[in-house]
Nanobody
Framework: QLQLVESGGGLVQPGGSLRLFCAAS????????IGWFRQAPGKEREGVSC????????NYADSVKGRFTISRDNAKNTVYLEMNSLKPEDTAIYYC????????????????WGQGTQVTVSS
């Protein structure tokens, strides 16, 4: 069974940092581009960042550029999202998702989704 599992979410104060993890089971992530997406209550889902299968290409939403960094370790079958200088507006459920092509990630055409991890930024 192909599965993605997110972890690392939690409650953090504004200006703080969190590192999210996206782990795969049932398949190897190195064949897939991976994206991070988020959805806040009452809002539409938003693309946050994508990374190509090799890690050589990345992209970011304007709202997180300079604060978030996506990376991957294919040997560990894991993708990371390092989030710094967090703001209350970053509060959302964060999902990782997989697709075969980097451009499909950018256009949010994903094949597999995780269940999400809650990130709350509040004082």
């Amino acid at each position: 069974q192909l599965q993605l599992v997110e972890s690392g979410g939690g409650l953090v104060q504004p200006g703080g940092s969190l590192r999210l993890f996206c782990a795969a089971s049932g398949f190897t992530l190195d064949l897939y581009a991976i994206g991070w997406f988020r959805q806040a209550p009452g809002k539409e889902r938003e693309g946050v960042s994508c990374i190509s299968s090799s890690g050589g290409r990345t992209n970011y939403a304007d709202s997180v550029k300079g604060r978030f960094t996506i990376s991957r370790d294919n040997a560990k079958n894991t993708v990371y999202l390092e989030m710094n200088s967090l703001k209350p507006e970053d509060t959302a459920i964060y999902y990782c998702a997989a697709t075969r092509e980097f451009n499909l990630c950018v256009f949010e055409e994903l094949e597999y989704w995780g269940q999400g991890t809650q990130v709350t930024v509040s004082s």
